[in-house]
């Protein structure tokens, strides 16, 4: 079997992503899955089937399909898919302000103003509304309905019978007003005219889906974030000579440079030199990773302090970044968004009003009034049927409610990913960045003998400061931050991999593990040794400190627990949600730091694939799964679970592959998101109810031809205040830190 990933083109809801899968799934030995928030279908296919196949049976759909696009470059900008929706909105509002002012303000409502207003609403209901037409005829040609067949037969049938009451009804007569008569008398219709309803509704969906789109994730930005880590140029030895070339030209077999500082161009294996390589990239963590000659190191990891040559085993689509990046595509193509609310409403109430309208059409006609009586109560139920109000009630609701989210720090990517708020039972936390500060900090101080701990720290403080180790700057911050200025260090000496050695104040100092000074024979007291296995018991970094032959003193360096990290738990816990620590870090670190938060269940030592896993597992037994994370290891689980929170302070990558985006790291942020998220989601429904149920109550109205358009204009009023101030109500959401 060949997979691909297929663009789809002219989806407008998740019904539709549903008929494309359909369709695939009905060739011979074809399996495809098709997402409606990445427009993408991942398809498995045999050798005796052809993409164009593919393609042929998603254009027979009645969509657009292509193979998928090269990368763009880095420096080439991506293209704005919300332009053309934003420009289309514009002129439509430009356009229908006027028509909706006459209508509603007989003071503007000169002689012929309603030949203006059909100059100026035309366009907008069949320009403007285009795509929701294209999306009506191609449900109409599969038998089903959504919110664009609910928008395109309202706004038609409000133009078209304008434009009858206009040319052949008494609605062209110079002279002609919309009075503020809320009386309910048959009429038959010809005097009246419904291009405010039809401009309206058509810019204030529009408007709705712009706001839409603008908040939807678009999934490649977080596939670009991940390419863009990797190194761009990579020196080079061939034929005895080193040159600097284009990372792409890279080959397996060739041998290259890793400067302190520079990241490594590909995955390969050390052929001479020793560092400390920072490999969060990979695993989260923040201790670097001792690499000597025969070890294995990856791709845009960071070598810190020392010159290292590499063999490259692997490169490009290869190396491990690029399987990251991957794996964050077939989380989000495998990611199941809901339908659109509107939409599965909109999928019942379209029949139902069309067959009221034919209903209430044959029962005037059977009654014996006029054709004329009998169309407008018919056109009538059409044109209330198509409320203001449901284009309001998402848009309206997810502005207020992601504006309260980002005066609170909580950024709400979108729509789509507020219903996963409402049934999540499971929160998986990253550790490091997320339970932890994500930086090496000094913990503790142990001095033995007759030393005092403040003078081991100096000392300590001084050797480590030329160092640019993790740990060594974690020593020397915590030193200048409680003893002020330090003195100088001479006869400065990294020793790879074990520690450091200096002279301070004629004095000389060997910092490093307690194995270091076991091989050098220095005197170490039983308690020292004693501290340092107990320290690194609970997950902690142990330095020793010796001079004159013995030990002084231990240094306890560790990724220190954020200070509202209990308490943000303990809210999670308050909310239903099981709280399960994944880590890249040994067990027993992960322990110690999960029984300080309150975690009962820890799964440490795992990879960024091992994440996906298990947020897989877990989704298989039923769970719905929320994961917290910052980092490029946890962007592809952020994807795959069913709702994905980003730390702010994190990578970019983790930040695009996440629904929620938490500002900053304070992990009390989260539960804080997941309150408002579904409190915005109940707003919505509240809305989508209202919307529809104004609306409702006129459509008796209608059938018995009883409506005019004051009487479509206040239903339609009522319905958008009410819907609009329902949504402001979400401006009074309280934190609960």
């Known amino acids: 079997m060949t997979a691909v990933d297929l663009a789809i083109d002219g989806m407008t809801c998740a019904s539709c992503a549903a008929r494309i899968e359909k369709k695939l799934n009905k060739l011979d030995h074809v399996t495809a899955t098709v997402n409606f928030a990445t427009e993408k279908a991942r398809v498995e296919y045999g050798d005796d089937v052809a993409p164009e196949q593919l393609i042929a049976a998603v254009e ?12 763009p470059a880095a420096d080439e900008p991506a293209d704005d898919p919300t332009a053309t929706l934003r420009q289309r909105l514009l002129i ?9 002012a006459m209508a509603m303000a007989p003071v503007l409502q000169f002689t012929n103003w309603q030949w203006l207003s059909l100059t100026l609403a035309a366009p907008v209901v069949v320009w403007g509304a285009w795509p929701f037409h294209r999306a009506a005829w191609t449900n109409l040609r599969h038998g089903t309905a959504t919110m664009d067949t609910l928008i395109s037969v309202g706004t038609l049938a409000a133009l078209g019978w304008s434009v009858y009451a206009l040319f ?16 309910i008398a048959r009429t038959d219709g010809t005097g009246n005219i419904y291009l405010e309803a039809a401009a309206g509704v058509t810019t204030f969906i529009l408007a709705g889906r712009y706001f839409e789109a603008r908040a939807k994730r678009r999934s490649g930005a977080a596939l670009r974030a991940l390419l863009e880590m990797g190194a761009k140029e990579v020196s080079v030895r061939r034929d005895g000579v080193e040159q ?12 290259f440079v890793v400067r302190p500082g520079e990241k490594i161009a590909a995955d390969g294996v050390v052929v001479e030199g020793s560092s400390a390589v920072d490999a969060s990239m990979l695993t989260g963590e923040s201790v670097p990773v001792e690499v000597t000659p025969g070890d294995q190191v990856v791709g845009a990891t960071v070598n810190v302090d020392g010159a290292l040559v590499v063999r490259a085993n692997r490169v490009g689509t290869d190396t491990q970044l690029a399987q990251m990046a ?21 999928a019942v109430f379209v029949p139902i009003v069309i067959a009221l309208s034919v209903a209430t059409l044959g029962f005037w006609l059977g009654a014996g009034v006029s054709v004329a009586a009998a169309f407008t109560a018919a056109v009538a139920v059409l044109i209330i049927a198509c409320p203001c109000a449901l284009g ?39 550790k490091t960045g997320t339970v932890t500060t994500g930086t090496m900090t000094l913990i503790d101080v142990l001095a033995v003998g007759n030393e005092q701990p403040d003078e081991v720290l100096r000392i300590a403080g001084a050797v480590e400061s030329p160092s640019e180790h993790p740990i060594a700057r974690a020593i020397t911050a915590g030193a200048r931050e409680k003893l002020g200025e330090l003195p100088g260090v001479d006869a400065f000496a990294n020793l790879r991999g074990l520690g450091v050695e200096g002279t301070v104040n004629g004095r000389t100092v060997l910092l490093g593990r307690v194995q270091l000074l076991t091989d050098r024979s220095y005197d170490i007291p039983g308690e020292l040794t004693t501290a340092a296995q107990r320290a690194e018991a609970d997950g902690r970094t142990v330095v020793a400190v010796a001079w004159e032959g013995r030990a002084r003193g231990l240094l306890m360096v560790a990724d220190a627990v954020k200070p509202t990290s209990a308490e943000a738990v303990s809210l999670l816990k308050a909310l239903g949600l099981t709280p399960i620590m994944v880590t890249g870090d040994n067990e027993a670190v992960a322990r110690t730091v999960a029984a300080q938060v309150g975690i009962d269940e820890v799964i440490a030592g795992v990879l960024p694939q091992d994440k996906v896993e298990t947020v897989k597992r877990l989704q298989s037994e039923g769970k719905v799964v929320a994961m917290v994370g910052d980092g490029v290891n946890d962007a592809a689980a952020l994807a795959q679970a069913d709702l994905g929170l980003a730390m702010g302070s994190g990578t970019d990558v983790a930040i695009e592959a996440s629904d929620l985006t938490i500002v900053g790291d304070d992990l009390r942020a989260v539960p804080d998101a997941i309150r408002l998220s579904r409190r915005t989601l109940s707003t919505i429904k509240g809305n989508l109810f209202w919307a529809f149920a104004y609306n409702v109550a006129a459509l008796p109205l209608a059938a018995a031809g009883l409506l005019n358009p ?16 329902n949504s402001l109500r979400l401006r009074r959401f309280t934190p609960s830190r």
């Open 326 to 346: 991957r794996l964050v595509e077939d989380a989000q193509n495998g990611k199941a968004q809901a339908q659109r609310l509107a939409d599965r409403i909109s």
């Open 92 to 100: 439509c509002l430009a356009l229908s302000i006027p028509v909706i």
């Open 710 to 725: 004051m009487i479509a204009g206040a239903a339609m009023a009522f319905s958008s205040v009410f819907v609009v101030s």
């Open 244 to 255: 600097r070339i284009p990372v792409d030209q890279l080959r397996i077999g060739d041998v």
């Open 392 to 430: 309001l009630a998402t848009p309206t609701a997810l502005m207020v409610g992601t504006g309260r989210g980002a005066q609170l720090g909580i950024l709400i990517k979108g729509p789509e990913v507020l219903e996963s708020t409402r049934r999540v039972d499971t929160v998986i936390v990253d």
């Open 168 to 183: 052949w009804g008494t609605a062209g007569t110079p002279g002609m007003t919309h009075g503020f008569e809320l009386t």
């Open 60 to 71: 027979a759909a009645g969509y657009h399909a292509r193979l998928p696009d090269p990368a």
